[in-house]
């Protein structure tokens, strides 16, 4: 007699990254970045079969939706500006910034779309259309490619031009942007 469970997904949907790695921002982002990367994975999985694991469906939508506008504003509104003070002439940050800038355009633009859809298969609707699933398989393969670009050229560049004083604005503005004062205690448990 055939099995008839779902398909086992390639992973579990991984927990929220560590808050104390913020201490450490670059780290924090490309741990992030690795967690962005699972995501996608399952967002593949999710897009080829939609009636399957709703928990994981529901997880994906929930990180989708709450967490990757932090990161894109961390990387977008911060480490980017930062960067541009810092980078010498032959790094084309401008380039750069033009490059990433636009593809976090891109993701934002696509993202209340794929949380439609997630939200759909979420809820059980069997009426999600082959375009819908489509845009979710884009999405995550437009946020693949991007972590792969950051990955190979920002971060490391990061690394190499920012200062300590650069690095401890960064860690600031990205604890403030998450609700943690600067030891990481969420501000709101007061």
Avoid at 54 to 69: K, N
Avoid at 108 to 135: F, I, K, N, R
């Amino acid at each position: 007699m055939a099995d008839l469970a779902p398909p086992t997904p390639p992973h579990q949907v991984p927990g929220p990254t560590d808050p104390g790695l913020l201490d450490t921002p670059l780290d924090f982002i490309v741990e992030e970045h690795e967690r962005i990367r699972n995501m996608c994975t399952l967002i593949e999985y999710i897009a080829d079969r939609p009636a399957t694991h709703p928990e994981i469906i529901a997880q994906v939508s929930a990180f989708v939706r709450s967490e990757l506008p932090f990161l894109i504003d961390d990387e977008g509104g911060d480490l980017l500006p930062l960067m541009q003070s810092r980078c010498e002439p032959e790094d084309e940050i401008g380039r750069l910034r033009t490059r990433l800038d636009a593809e976090h355009d891109t993701a934002l633009y696509l993202l209340p779309d794929a949380l439609d859809t997630l939200d759909a298969l979420e809820a059980g609707d069997t009426g999600v259309t082959a375009p819908s699933l489509h845009l979710l398989r884009n999405f995550a393969a437009h946020l693949h490619r991007h972590l792969i670009f950051e990955n190979a050229i920002l971060i490391p560049l990061a690394r190499a031009r920012l200062t300590p004083d650069d690095i401890s604005t960064l860690r600031l503005r990205m604890k403030a942007r998450r609700g943690l004062d600067r030891n990481g205690d969420d501000i709101h448990d007061t």
